[in-house]
């Protein structure tokens, strides 16, 4: 039975030669190559040396194997080129046949692929089914993979079948790229979420072309953060709990504070402001994991987080609880001077008044100090109301803040039931509070701050957030909120 032996054939000789303690390397009937390392002879490591060569036993004069024929081209230009905006691929790679061309570039086919360079460098390379999604700093664009586009003489574009590894370059319509930011990418189902810096846009890419997500109440806001990133971070992620694209603003200069908000698609609009501050973001099955760095005086090196886990207090992120507040705008009856009298809220207990400010009244007649005109620009406001539990007072004129320190919970049996509240008062399952004026003196008025109730201005801006007594960690709800005012008389 015949038998297949495979035989190699190289160019070259390996020739081997082991030293000792006090021997310099010799070869036979040749010194070789002398260009050796220089070490101490008695290192053991570097006992084994090695040339090679063409000449059979490295001798002088003996029989030597060709190299036969050289096919080469000589390079006017040989220096290097960073091609920015073009594409290479190599042979195919197929582990169930064996074939690994990863390292084949034949400059006989046609492997390369560029894009306009006016749109600056290529960022990122996404693959979605069939086609390659080419980001640019200043395009979209997208390209087929294993067949092409064919023009019919109206225009209309018609795929076909090919053996181009890339097709035809279409862009998207709109001047949108990714600026120098692919960190910022993040995806789910057939929707690409990304940033563009250098616009001030943030961008969403799906089946119906590119939409600037960040125009849905966040034009001024993103136009301020993204002008101060300079050189920093722009990490995107998407949120599989929630369904959320996650979005990191982190500036390259420390003192400027990271943002880090979420982009509802059921509510079209940017929902949560966060605490947290990730170096990458990713979602896995049901879950949202995020890594360092983490939050405000942490290391770097927080590792990877879980979010949502129901044994993690809520507001706490890489071991920080944080408290969470909302903020808003009360403006019933517009271009109506008004009087707010009380702050009322429907939902969990545990929600407290940080600050409910009117707006600002304006400089009067320059240079004047009389009555009804006001040389200063001046607003009213209102002290801290505290939430219910905290605001109770006992029979001895005793806050509970001041009594104890602990969480408030229905077990609570150390305390005498309240029976005045300084801050929100229940009655059916709605918290109400009365407005009492804490606004410094102003040019012209008689009565001011506390022996005032209310708060004058057209509209009041009001920030509300969770205590640290009511259930520590607990979900607590905000459904709604009012105020009670009266049309102001002056």
């Known amino acids: 039975m015949a038998a297949t032996i495979e035989i190699k054939f190289f160019n070259s000789f390996i020739l081997r030669k082991t030293l000792d303690a006090s021997s310099e390397p010799q070869w036979n009937g040749s010194q070789g190559d002398q260009t050796?390392?220089?070490?101490?002879?008695?290192?053991?490591?570097?006992?084994?040396?090695?040339?090679?060569?063409?000449?059979?036993?490295?001798?002088?004069?003996?029989?030597?194997?060709?190299?036969?024929?050289?096919?080469?081209?000589?390079?006017?230009?040989?220096?290097?080129?960073?091609?920015?905006?073009?594409?290479?691929?190599?042979?195919?790679?197929?582990?169930?046949?064996?074939?690994?061309?990863?390292?084949?570039?034949?400059?006989?086919?046609?492997?390369?692929?560029?894009v306009d360079p006016a749109n600056g460098s290529i960022q990122k390379l996404y693959a979605e089914d069939t086609w390659l999604i080419i980001f640019q700093e200043k395009k979209v664009n997208r390209a087929p993979?294993?067949?092409?586009?064919?023009?019919?003489?109206?225009?209309?574009?018609?795929?076909?079948?090919?053996?181009?590894?890339?097709?035809?370059?279409?862009?998207?319509?709109?001047?949108?790229?990714i600026s120098k930011n692919p960190e910022s990418f993040a995806v789910y189902g057939r929707r690409k979420y990304f940033t563009d810096k250098d616009r001030n846009a943030v961008m969403r890419l799906s089946q119906d072309g590119l939409t600037e997500i960040s125009n849905y109440g966040m034009i001024d806001f993103f136009r301020d953060q993204f002008s101060a990133v300079g050189n920093g971070k722009l990490t995107g992620g998407w949120d599989i709990y929630n369904k959320q694209y996650v979005l990191s603003i982190q500036p390259s200069d420390t003192n400027i504070t990271?943002?880090?908000?979420?982009?509802?698609?059921?509510?079209?609009?940017?929902?949560?402001?966060?605490?947290?501050?990730?170096?990458?973001?990713?979602?896995?099955?049901?879950k949202f994991y995020t890594t360092g760095p983490s939050a405000v005086g942490l290391t770097d090196s927080a590792g990877l987080y879980q979010h949502y886990i129901s044994s993690q207090p809520r507001g706490t992120f890489y071991g920080v609880n944080n408290k969470a507040s909302i903020e808003f705008i009360f403006n019933p009856s517009v271009s109506v001077s008004k009087v707010f009298k009380t702050i009322n809220y429907e939902g969990s207990n545990g929600w407290q008044v940080d600050s409910f400010i009117s707006d600002l009244t304006g400089i009067g007649y320059p240079n004047t100090d009389f009555e009804g005109y006001s040389t200063v620009n001046t607003q009213d406001t209102t002290g801290f109301i505290y939430s219910y539990n905290e605001g109770a007072y006992d029979n001895f004129g005793n806050t509970f803040t001041n009594t104890s320190t602990s969480p408030i919970t229905a077990n609570t049996t150390a305390l005498i039931p309240p029976l005045?509240?300084?801050?929100?008062?229940?009655?059916?399952?709605?918290?109400?509070?009365?407005?009492?004026?804490?606004?410094a003196v102003s040019p012209g008025e008689v009565i001011w701050g506390t022996q005032m109730t209310g708060i004058k201005g057209y509209y009041a801006t009001v920030k509300t957030s969770t205590d640290t007594l009511t259930d520590p960690g607990g979900m607590k709800e905000l459904f709604a909120a009012s105020s009670d005012y009266v049309e102001s008389s002056y």
């Open 36 to 114: 050796y390392p220089k070490i101490s002879p008695n290192d053991p490591q570097m006992h084994n040396w090695a040339i090679e060569e063409a000449r059979i036993r490295g001798g002088f004069n003996n029989a030597y194997v060709g190299q036969g024929v050289k096919a080469y081209l000589v390079e006017e230009s040989p220096n290097a080129s960073n091609r920015i905006n073009s594409m290479i691929y190599s042979g195919i790679f197929n582990s169930r046949t064996g074939v690994n061309d990863t390292n084949v570039f034949s400059v006989g086919e046609d492997i390369t692929k560029s």
């Open 145 to 177: 993979i294993d067949k092409d586009v064919i023009y019919t003489a109206e225009g209309t574009p018609n795929v076909t079948a090919s053996n181009k590894v890339i097709g035809t370059v279409q862009p998207f319509a709109g001047n949108f790229g």
């Open 258 to 286: 990271y943002k880090t908000l979420s982009f509802d698609e059921q509510v079209q609009g940017w929902t949560s402001l966060y605490t947290y501050k990730p170096g990458m973001m990713l979602s896995l099955k049901n």
């Open 420 to 439: 005045n509240y300084a801050g929100f008062d229940r009655k059916e399952n709605k918290y109400m509070a009365n407005l009492v004026n804490n606004s």
